[in-house]
C-alpha cells in the first residue's frame, strides 16, 4: 500500500507543479487548520464553592460546560445551561433546574448590589447556605452583568417562553431567525488542590513585671465566605473583626510603650486563617503552641482569650460563652468591664451574654471561641449577631461599608450586611475601654464607669475605614489567600509596626485524612456563541440547492436571452 | 483552464482590497485588470466568444480562490452563523457576470472592425467597469447601505453593465 502511495506522489511531482499545489492545499488545510473561535460574548464566570470538610463534600462538583442556554420558563431544561437573573431567583426554580438535570445554572448578579430590593437580597442570603449544603454535580456559576449578557438573557428568554404554544408556521420562522446561545467555559475539570497552606499571623505585646505573667489573647479570623469564592468579601464578617483587632494592637502598642502605662499582662494578636473552614488556623495553632512545644505563652497562665467577629454594625453586642465565667477570674472581670463601659458610657448598645454548650456532634463549631474551650482555655466571642446561624456571616452580599463622610456614596444604606464605620469605631472604643479597665485594674483602683482611657481622637476613624476598604477591594476567600498572597503580606506588615515577634503560621491539610480539601477553576471565562437551531441548517440547504438550480436553469437557456438581444438589434441595422 | 488558473494569481493582485486611498491608485489596479485580461485573450487561439467565456471564467475562479477562499474556511466552519458568508458566495456570483462583461468589453475595445459610433459607448462601458468598485464604495458611505441592500445596488448595476455589454456585442458579432 505505501508503495502505491509513494508511485502516486512521485508521478505527482513529476508532472506539472501546480497541479500538485491544487491537490495539496485542501488536505493540509483540513488537517491543519483548528476549529477558530469567535465569540459572540466573553465574561469571567465564578464558581460556586467546591470543598471537602473532614470528608463530607459541598457544593458543586463540576467545572466543564458546553451546552445551550435556556431560560427557566422553557419546558425542557436537561443538559441546558440555565440562565437566571438575581431578580428572578427562588429557590424552587432552582430546584427545578437541579431536579430536571440541567447542564449547569448561571446567575447573573446585577453590578450594583445596591440597586436590589431588600426582600431579594434577604432572601438570597437565606438560600446562600442551602445552596451549599447539598452536594450537585451541576456546575452552578455566578456572572456579574453588563449589556451584552443582558441582551443575551432576554433573547434566550423570547426564546424558552415561546417553544411550547405556537403553531408550526411561527415555529418554522422562529427557526430561521432566531439565535440560540451556546454556552462553553474554557479551562479544565475541577480537581483537588494540593499541599494548600492557610496562613494565620500572631504577634505579641510583652507585659512588664517579671516572669508569668497572665496572658490575654486577642483573635480573629480574616477569610471571608460566601456562595462564590471569589465574590465573598466578607465586609462585617470579618473585615471588621480584623480592622478592629488592627487598631486595638496599635492602641495598645502605644500605651506599652511607655513605662507608665506599661501593664502587667502579656498580649497576645491573632489574626487565623481558615476561619470559615471550622477555624481551621486556629485548630493547628493551638495544637502546635500546647502538644508541641515546650513552653508557649499560651501554656502559661493565660487570662482569658477575646475572639471579634463581626462587629461592624447592629446596637447590640453578645458575648458569646461556652462555659458561663466564674467569679473571680479574669474573664469575669471583662464582662463586669464590658456591662459598666456600657452602661455608663455606651446606653444604646445593649449588651447580653449568650451562654451556648459546645456541641462536639455538630459539623462544625459555632464560634471561634469553642476552638479554645475545647482545650480548656477561658474564651468568649464578642459580636453583634446573636447566632452564628446568621445568614450574613457567610454571604457574598457583605460587600462594602458605609460611612457618613461622604467617601462611600451617603445615602441609602446598603441592602444587604455592611459595615457601618460609626459603629465600628463605637464598638472598637468601647472594647478598647473595657480591656484597658481590666489590664489597670482600674475598678478595685476606684474609677469610676465613666472614666474614658482614651479620648474620641485615639480611635481612629480614619484608619478603620481604610482598613475595612482595603480588605473589602478583594476577595479574601481561604482558597484565594495562599502564603504568598498581599494579603497575608499586608497583614504581616502591619502587625509588625505594632507587634513584636510577628510570625506566620502555616495549616496544611493532613495526608491521609484531610480536615479540608480545597478544588480549583473557581474562576473561568464563559464564552455564549451565537448558534442557529439544525432546522436552520436544513432550510438554509434547501434554499441554496433551490438558488443553484435556478442559476443552472438560466444558464442552459441563455440562448434564449442571446436571441431576444438579438431580434432587438436586428431591426436597428436593417433600417440602416 | 488550470494552465490559465497559475497564471492569473501574478496578475490578479489587490482585487480584494477596498481601501480608500485614492482614486488614482485604484485606477492603476484596475487598469493592470484590463491588461491582464487582454493578455490572455490574446494568448488564446479560438472565436471571439471562447475567448471572453475562457478569459473571464479563469480570471473569476483565480479572484474566488485567493479572496474569498481563505475567509470561507477559516470563518464558515466555526460554532457562530453569520450572514456575510452567504453574502460573499453571491457576491462571487455577481463578479463572475462583471468579469464576464469586463472581458467582452475588452474584447471589443481591441477589435480593428469596432465601428466609430461604437467607441465611445464602449469607453464609457470600460471605464464603469474599472470604477465599479469604487462606485459601490461610495453609494455604500453616502447612503449608508445596509449589507443586503449594498448586494442588490451590486447585482443591479453588474446587471445593467452585463446587458449593455451584451448588446453591444450582439450588435457587433451580426452587424455584417
Redesign the interface.
Known amino acids: 500500500m505505501f508503495e502505491e502511495a509513494s508511485e502516486v506522489f512521485d508521478n505527482m511531482f513529476k508532472s506539472s507543479f501546480p497541479l500538485t499545489f491544487i491537490v495539496f492545499i485542501p488536505a493540509v488545510l483540513i488537517l491543519v487548520s483548528p476549529l477558530p473561535t469567535e465569540a459572540a460574548h466573553e465574561f469571567t464566570v465564578y464558581r460556586m464553592q467546591q470543598y471537602d470538610l473532614q470528608g463530607q463534600p459541598y457544593g458543586t462538583r463540576n467545572a466543564i460546560l458546553n451546552t445551550e442556554a435556556r431560560t427557566v420558563e422553557a419546558e425542557v431544561l436537561s443538559r441546558r445551561c440555565v440562565i437566571m437573573r438575581l431578580v428572578d431567583f427562588s429557590y424552587e426554580r432552582y430546584q427545578k433546574a437541579l431536579r430536571q438535570s440541567a447542564g449547569a445554572v448561571v446567575i447573573i448578579l446585577p453590578k450594583n448590589m445596591s440597586t436590589m430590593p431588600q426582600d431579594i437580597v434577604q432572601q438570597f442570603m437565606e438560600l446562600e447556605p442551602e445552596m451549599l449544603a447539598t452536594e450537585t454535580i451541576v456546575p452552578v456559576y455566578f456572572a456579574l452583568e453588563d449589556d451584552e449578557l443582558l441582551s443575551i438573557y432576554t433573547q434566550t428568554l423570547t426564546t424558552s417562553s415561546s417553544q411550547g404554544s405556537s403553531s408550526a408556521a411561527e415555529v418554522l420562522i422562529h427557526t430561521a431567525t432566531a439565535n440560540g446561545f451556546q454556552m462553553v467555559t474554557s479551562g479544565a475539570q475541577s480537581k483537588a488542590v494540593s499541599d494548600w497552606a492557610i496562613t494565620s499571623l500572631e504577634g505579641r505585646l510583652a507585659g512588664t513585671g517579671g516572669e508569668d505573667l497572665p496572658t490575654i489573647v486577642l483573635v480573629a479570623h480574616y477569610d471571608s465566605f460566601g456562595v462564590a469564592p471569589w465574590l465573598s468579601y466578607g465586609a462585617d464578617s470579618n473585615g471588621s473583626g480584623v480592622s478592629m483587632l488592627l487598631e486595638l494592637a496599635r492602641l495598645f502598642s502605644r500605651l506599652y510603650t511607655y513605662k507608665r502605662t506599661h501593664a502587667g499582662y502579656n498580649l497576645l494578636f491573632f489574626v487565623s486563617g481558615g476561619g470559615k473552614f471550622n477555624y481551621q488556623g486556629t485548630k493547628r495553632w493551638l495544637e502546635d503552641n500546647l502538644d508541641h512545644t515546650d513552653s508557649s505563652l499560651l501554656q502559661d497562665n493565660v487570662a482569658f482569650v477575646l475572639c471579634l467577629d463581626t462587629l461592624g454594625n447592629g446596637d447590640s453586642l453578645h458575648l458569646h460563652v461556652s462555659k458561663p465565667p466564674k467569679e473571680g477570674t479574669t474573664q469575669y472581670a471583662l464582662l463586669k468591664e464590658l456591662e459598666t463601659v456600657i452602661s455608663s458610657q455606651y446606653p444604646e448598645v445593649k449588651f447580653s451574654m449568650v451562654h451556648k454548650k459546645i456541641n462536639l456532634a455538630d459539623d462544625t463549631l459555632a464560634w471561634e471561641h469553642e476552638r479554645f474551650g475545647i482545650r480548656r482555655l477561658p474564651a468568649f466571642t464578642l459580636s453583634h449577631l446573636n447566632s452564628h446561624r446568621e445568614a450574613q456571616r457567610s454571604s457574598i452580599m457583605d460587600v462594602r461599608s458605609v460611612s457618613p463622610s461622604s467617601r462611600h456614596g451617603v445615602g441609602e444604606p446598603p441592602a444587604g450586611p455592611y459595615v457601618d464605620l460609626r459603629k465600628l469605631s463605637r464598638n472598637t472604643k468601647l472594647i478598647a475601654e473595657s480591656l484597658a479597665r481590666v489590664i489597670y485594674n482600674l475598678t478595685e483602683k476606684g474609677a469610676p464607669g465613666d472614666l474614658q482611657i482614651f479620648t474620641e481622637q485615639m480611635v481612629q476613624e480614619e484608619q478603620l475605614s481604610s482598613m475595612v476598604d482595603w480588605l473589602t477591594a478583594q476577595p479574601r476567600a481561604a482558597q484565594l489567600v495562599d502564603k504568598d498572597s498581599s494579603v497575608v503580606s499586608t497583614l504581616e506588615y502591619h502587625l509588625g509596626h505594632y507587634l513584636k515577634d510577628v510570625r506566620r503560621h502555616y495549616v496544611k491539610a493532613d495526608k491521609r485524612d484531610p480536615e479540608f480539601v480545597f478544588y480549583d477553576q473557581l474562576k473561568q471565562t464563559m464564552n455564549a456563541y451565537r448558534v442557529k437551531p439544525a432546522i436552520f441548517d436544513l432550510l438554509l440547504a434547501v434554499c441554496i440547492a433551490a438558488y443553484l438550480g435556478v442559476i443552472y436553469l438560466a444558464i442552459q437557456h441563455f440562448g434564449v436571452l442571446y436571441s431576444v438581444v438579438r431580434r432587438i438589434t436586428a431591426p436597428k441595422t436593417k433600417q440602416h | 483552464m488550470?494552465f490559465l488558473?497559475?497564471f492569473f494569481p501574478t496578475w490578479e493582485g489587490g482585487a480584494g482590497v477596498y481601501d480608500f486611498v485614492g482614486e488614482f491608485m485604484k485606477a492603476t489596479v484596475d487598469l493592470a485588470d484590463l491588461l491582464g485580461l487582454h493578455l490572455v485573450m490574446s494568448r488564446n487561439a479560438g472565436k471571439g466568444e471562447y475567448k471572453i467565456m475562457v478569459a473571464a471564467m479563469g480570471w473569476a475562479t483565480a479572484e474566488l480562490v485567493m479572496s474569498r477562499c481563505i475567509p470561507l474556511?477559516?470563518?464558515a466552519?466555526?460554532?457562530?452563523?453569520d450572514w456575510k458568508y452567504?453574502q460573499m458566495s453571491f457576491d462571487s456570483?455577481i463578479s463572475l457576470v462583471h468579469y464576464i462583461a469586463m472581458a467582452a468589453v475588452v474584447w471589443m475595445f481591441t477589435r480593428y472592425d469596432l465601428p466609430k459610433s461604437f467607441r465611445l459607448p464602449v469607453t464609457v462601458l470600460l471605464g464603469l467597469c474599472v470604477y465599479k468598485a469604487f462606485l459601490m464604495e461610495l453609494f455604500v458611505h453616502v447612503f449608508l447601505l445596509g449589507s443586503w441592500t449594498a448586494l442588490l445596488v451590486k447585482a443591479v448595476l453588474t446587471g445593467s453593465i452585463s446587458l449593455c455589454s451584451?448588446?453591444l456585442f450582439?450588435?457587433l458579432v451580426?452587424?455584417n
Open positions: 488550470l488558473a497559475t474556511w477559516v470563518g466552519r466555526g460554532i457562530e452563523f452567504i456570483n451584451l448588446f450582439v450588435t451580426h452587424s
